[in-house]
């Protein structure tokens, strides 16, 4: 069965600084990898995905992603973050003949002067 | 730019109620997810309908839970009676992909639910 883990439930950073979120997914196969957002008492917004070819993913809102095989890792990445990024990120996977995804618990991203 | 319809957004109710969600995906998906979101944690999928066809309903709780499509477009997510476990976000998705390929889900806003 497939999963994701994101190790942090937390993090802060200050306003400018650059940003990593955690992701490892657990699949067999070739996953389909995706990242979310999530502000307060809304949906879920996509911010980018990977299906394959280059495992450098660029997504909206200048965040990006890199898929690592060897790691089975999907990291986001942001190089400077503003106060407008303060929500909860997720992590997802997904696969080909599978459309269900399935969601890590996500990371609440909190924002700092 | 189209978006997911639910209602309604905030639902208050007592346990042994019954209580429905309503979602209206983008015009042209055929792919309908129903995922319930507990505060904290990721949104978990609860049915997946391809058309008006169930495709996934393994996480469903049947005995209280039913969903329906009936004409392959908006849908209908049903619970009775509410428990108070039941407390939580029910987002509707909507994808243009069909079977075979991982697509890209659009969200709804959600309904929230809370059983007291």
């Known amino acids: 069965a497939q999963s994701v883990t994101q190790p942090d439930i937390h993090i802060t950073v200050s306003e400018g600084a650059s940003l990593e979120l955690r992701c490892n997914y657990s699949y067999g196969a070739t996953p389909y990898l995706f990242w979310y957002v999530q502000s307060p008492g809304q949906g879920l917004q996509l911010l980018l995905k990977?299906?394959?070819?280059?495992?450098l993913v660029q997504g909206i809102k200048g965040f990006e992603a890199e898929f690592k095989r060897s790691q089975s890792s999907f990291n986001l990445r942001k190089p400077s973050v503003h106060w407008s990024d303060a929500a909860e990120y997720f992590c997802a996977v997904g696969s080909f003949g599978n459309e269900k995804l399935t969601f890590g618990t996500g990371t609440r991203l909190t924002i700092i002067p | 730019e189209a978006e997911v319809a639910q209602s309604p957004r905030y639902k208050i109710t007592e346990k042994s109620q019954a209580v429905a969600f309503w979602c209206d995906p983008i015009s042209g998906h055929a792919t309908l997810y129903w995922y319930r979101q507990i505060l904290g944690q990721g949104p978990e999928l609860l049915v997946q309908f391809q058309d008006e066809s169930v495709v996934d309903d393994s996480q469903l709780p049947k005995d209280r839970f039913s969903a329906e499509r009936l004409k392959g477009v908006d849908s209908t997510l049903k619970i009775q009676p509410a428990e108070l476990g039941d407390s939580a976000m029910y987002l509707c998705a909507s994808s243009l992909a069909r079977t075979g390929r991982a697509g890209e889900l659009f969200f709804g806003e959600g309904s929230r639910l809370t059983v007291l």
């Open positions: 990977y299906f394959s070819g280059d495992t």
